[in-house]
């Protein structure tokens, strides 16, 4: 579907790129002592005989990713997309082919960097400076951040620890920090299925206005809806293969017939 | 729901080099790669702030569900000397050789268990933090270097109780005391660079975690913690290489230093020999080294 226009300006190519986990402590044994030992013992030997599975998680897919393009990753459970969005991210290696991108793509999450035992103003800081904004930037954006997230709606809770939290308050909190800094390339993981209904709409108001920003967006979601709402262009992943690259409705259609789902012109 | 899938259709494989080459017109870079070693250093440096949010957040959160809260940060120290005391001053009677034994003894509590935590922190940097890792980009050394920053942190809490100590004990407050800043920063580069090391086996092999405890206990005995080396250094009978070995430790040098800046009655030549020296060597060689080794793993950490 990579139409090669000179207007068009590439974000992310993946060049038939190829992901494979290895799992340890499968086969004989099933992670016993013994099977530890024989690992360790006959490391040069082929890995199949050292009780270590490969697992081919990902298979040659090639895209190209433009600038302002909002991409949908579709597919059922376990059939690559999130590990191609790591892969894309530069947090897995790949194992043949290569990933080519503009900038640094970020996944979109905070939560690692968050500490439930300090306060949501403190995390919106730690959160800011993890993600490589500069204090400045997060003292300027503060306010924006803490309005977004709708914490301070019901009460001053921005001064409490995180563990004091609901767990969609919090949610809400984290997509509010990761979604402050404008990103070249944006991976969204499931974000959307967080928080109540209103903030689901303002999340996708964001992710738009994040894509105005002259940046690409990826989403992954099993939400149809939200990938209706959010892209022009979906990739259908299936048991780690492309299955189909094009123009939203058309490879939802063919998804949902995949799937079973489709229930005619039923709009939610 | 279970499908049963027919081949995919093949997709429009692109000709070969066609997306590298179109990679190559627009300048992307390939994701994932290890940056150069000066690209690193800038990047480690434009994390500064982080690097310092980080250690003081952990250090908050640390005590932040207890009651007395961050009293804790000074009875801890204070805790852990008192026992030391118990058992190496009163029951032993290590005290009868050394002049202001409790001091001495608390000011090597106190400096060992900066090199102690660093390390410890330093060999889960990434293991224990995996999540971080897999999730954010940032150059992995900062979690080692901000661990050690925690640790700093904790210790200049543990000064503040040593302070009173001295003063209690009678140790006069002397222009010495400004020699334990030049000591801190060089011990700080030493374990910072140690952590490293660690931070790097630790994330392909966790079980290094196990071990660290077993390691370190033996690291503090020989390091002169409770006792004196210049006492042990002046026994005729043991052989010049062991007495060489124990003042080099450099555990043992940023020890020394630290009594020699605090407390009057140890004098210069109570410190092993090249003692300034020695400091600055141990710090140089595990910094950079450390920062190096570090380094040169960077694409693999979290992965796997």
Do not use: C, D
């Given at each position: 579907m990579a139409e090669h226009t000179t207007e068009k300006v590439p974000t992310v190519v993946a060049d038939r790129v190829d992901i494979v986990y290895r799992v340890n402590g499968t086969g004989a044994g099933r992670g016993s002592a013994t099977a530890a030992l024989n690992r360790i013992l006959r490391r040069g030997q082929a890995e199949k005989?050292?009780?270590?599975?490969?697992?081919?998680?990902?298979?040659?897919?090639?895209f190209v990713a433009y600038k302002g393009e909002a991409i949908g990753l579709i597919g059922t459970n376990g059939s690559?997309?999130?590990?191609?969005?790591?892969?894309?991210?530069?947090?897995?290696?790949v194992e043949s082919g290569h990933i080519h991108t503009d900038g640094q793509p970020s996944l979109l999450g905070v939560n690692a960097a968050l500490m439930n035992d300090?306060?949501?103003?403190?995390?919106?800081?730690?959160?800011?400076l993890a993600m490589g904004m500069s204090r400045e930037q997060i003292k300027e954006r503060y306010q924006d951040i803490v309005d977004f997230s709708g914490i301070n709606e019901k009460g001053d809770f921005i001064t409490l620890p995180m563990r004091t939290y609901s767990s969609g308050m919090a949610a809400r909190l984290r997509f509010s920090i990761a979604a402050a800094k404008d990103h070249d390339v944006l991976l969204i993981d499931e974000a959307l299925a967080t928080g109540d209904r209103s903030f689901q709409r303002r999340s996708e108001e964001r992710i738009r206005e994040l894509r105005k920003r002259a940046g690409t967006v990826f989403l992954v979601s099993h939400n149809n809806k939200s990938i209706r709402d959010t892209c022009e262009r979906v990739l259908w992943l299936e048991r780690g293969e492309l299955r189909m690259d094009g123009p939203t409705e058309e490879v939802m259609k063919e998804y949902e017939a995949f799937t079973g789902e489709r229930k005619p012109a039923a709009k939610a | 729901m279970s499908q049963v899938l027919d081949t995919p259709p093949p997709t429009r494989a692109p000709a070969d080099g066609d997306l590298?080459?179109?990679?190559?017109?627009?300048?992307?870079?390939?994701?994932?790669?290890?940056?150069?070693?000066?690209?690193?250093v800038r990047q480690l440096w434009a994390r500064r702030h982080f690097i310092s949010a980080f250690a003081t957040a952990k250090l908050t959160a640390q005590y932040s569900q207890a009651k007395l809260g961050q009293v804790w940060q000074v009875m801890t120290?204070?805790?852990?000397?008192?026992?030391?005391?118990f058992i190496f001053g009163v029951l032993l009677g290590t005290k009868q050789n050394v002049a202001d034994y409790v001091p001495f003894l608390v000011t090597?509590?106190?400096?060992?268990?900066?090199?102690?935590?660093?390390?410890?922190?330093?060999?889960?940097?990434?293991s224990g933090n995996l999540g971080l890792v897999r999730a954010l980009h940032f150059p992995r050394a900062a979690l080692p270097i901000s661990f050690a920053l925690q640790q700093l942190q904790q210790l200049l809490f543990s000064m503040c109780a040593l302070a009173v100590i001295l003063l209690c004990f009678g140790v006069p407050v002397a222009a010495s005391w400004l020699l334990a800043v030049p000591a801190l920063v060089l011990q700080f580069t030493f374990n910072a660079g140690v952590s490293?090391?660690?931070?790097?086996l630790g994330a392909k092999t966790p079980d290094i975690a196990q071990l660290m405890p077993f390691v370190l206990r033996t690291w503090m005995y020989v390091s002169g913690v409770m006792w004196s080396i210049d006492k042990i250094a002046e026994h005729d009978d043991l052989p010049r290489l062991v007495t060489v070995l124990l003042q080099i430790n450099p555990a043992a040098v940023y020890i020394d230093l630290m009594r020699f800046a605090l407390i009057d009655s140890f004098q210069a030549h109570q410190l092993p020999p090249h003692v300034w020296a020695a400091a600055v060597g141990w710090a140089l060689l595990a910094g950079v080294g450390g920062f190096i080794y570090f380094w040169k793993a960077e694409e693999t950490y979290g992965r796997g």
């Open positions: 005989a050292a009780g270590v599975r490969r697992v081919h998680a990902v298979k040659k897919v090639s690559g997309k999130s590990t191609l969005l790591k892969a894309v991210a530069g947090l897995l290696p300090l306060t949501g103003e403190r995390n919106v800081y730690l959160g800011g | 590298a080459a179109l990679a190559a017109r627009h300048g992307l870079s390939v994701s994932g790669a290890r940056p150069s070693l000066p690209q690193y120290p204070l805790l852990n000397a008192a026992v030391y005391y090597g509590i106190f400096v060992w268990t900066f090199t102690q935590s660093s390390i410890m922190a330093g060999t889960r940097a990434i490293m090391i660690m931070a790097r």
